[in-house]
């Protein structure tokens, strides 16, 4: 009984050994390129945002959407974007924005959005690397069969704050207002609560200081407006729920970056709720500081340096 017992611990310690382990906590910022384009001139305002990053001191960029709303959803702006993120000198993950898939339509005006959601994820979410000259490990929601599509959800790590990229697009999560089924939401709907499940379950397992989530809708905006014949359906009323449920049961911080700015232009702040904070990009990248002496960890720097 002693040697099955003692088989059993060294083995148990061996699968924790082949993790990689958190690094000792450390001071680092971090940069999100807000999806700010203006009608069609979404390459030079991406361009100068990466030249902006390249210049600062980051760990890594997140860029939230690639193409605005008017500009076309073709292979050929889709492989230009992609070489310019590839061109970057800091590792730069994306995250999905809804104006890259949703608002896409064929030459009979129907919608394209799934077609051009799985172009996507061939040409921005392949490999175990993130984009850009730093290239820095990542993991895919991919890896589990059962969840093999989606592969624009990842993970990865910097000392020891776990960073997860979530698909919920701006617009109330593509929620559809029509007859039938909305096979897309539904089935990302389980797909994001297992990616939810699976990082604060790996969180807790490492002991993280935080987690921090990348999305293009804010989750924890207003509900929809009723209509006057019918009641819109809350697409993030799910997913704000996870949140509010694993976020209590962890001991860390929970950051959520999302790119739905406040409508005043007032300069973008961490809103907190107990551990869980949101904040929008606002129309220009947005640097986070993650520094252990502030009492929230996180804080947001001007171009200046000052946090807020």
């Known amino acids: 009984m002693k040697r099955i017992l003692l ?35 979404g390459e030079e305002v991406l361009r100068r ?14 860029v939230n959407g690639v193409k605005s709303a008017s500009e076309p959803c073709d292979d050929d702006l889709y492989s ?36 051009r959601l799985a172009r996507i ?4 979410h392949a490999g175990e690397f993130s984009l850009g000259a730093s290239r820095l490990p990542l993991l895919r929601q991919s890896l589990t069969p059962k969840f093999r599509s989606y592969a624009e959800n990842t993970r990865w790590e910097v000392g020891n704050v776990l960073f997860a990229t979530l698909n919920l697009p701006a617009g109330n999560n593509h929620f559809v207002l029509d007859g039938g089924r909305n096979n897309e939401f539904e089935d990302r709907l389980i797909a994001n609560r297992n990616w939810l499940q699976h990082l604060f379950a ?29 009641t819109q359906r809350d ?14 049961k962890f001991q860390g911080r929970v950051l ?14 961490i809103l907190w709720t107990g551990n869980l904070g949101s904040v929008g990009v606002g129309e220009r990248w947005l640097k986070v500081v993650v520094d252990d002496h502030l009492p929230q960890l996180f804080a947001v720097a001007d171009a200046d340096g000052e946090r807020r």
């Open 7 to 41: 088989t059993a611990l060294l083995a148990c310690a061996a699968s924790l050994a082949a993790l990689p382990a958190w690094a000792a906590p450390q001071d680092f910022a971090f940069g999100i390129i807000g999806h700010a384009f203006a009608g069609d001139n």
């Open 49 to 62: 945002a990466i030249a902006e990053t390249d210049a600062d001191n980051l760990a890594f960029v997140v």
């Open 80 to 115: 230009q974007r992609r070489e310019l993120l590839s061109q970057a000198q800091n590792g730069v993950f994306m995250s999905l924005a809804a104006s890259d898939w949703i608002t896409c339509r064929d030459k009979e005006q129907r919608s394209d959005a799934i077609e």
């Open 121 to 124: 994820r061939e040409l921005f």
């Open 202 to 230: 790996y969180a807790a397992l490492r002991k993280a200081s935080a987690v921090v989530f990348f999305s293009d809708g804010n989750p924890f905006g207003a509900p929809p407006k009723r209509s006057f014949f019918r």
């Open 235 to 248: 697409g993030f009323a799910e997913t704000r729920r996870a949140f509010s449920e694993l976020s209590g």
């Open 256 to 269: 959520v970056v999302h790119g739905e700015a406040a409508g005043n232009k007032a300069p973008p702040r």
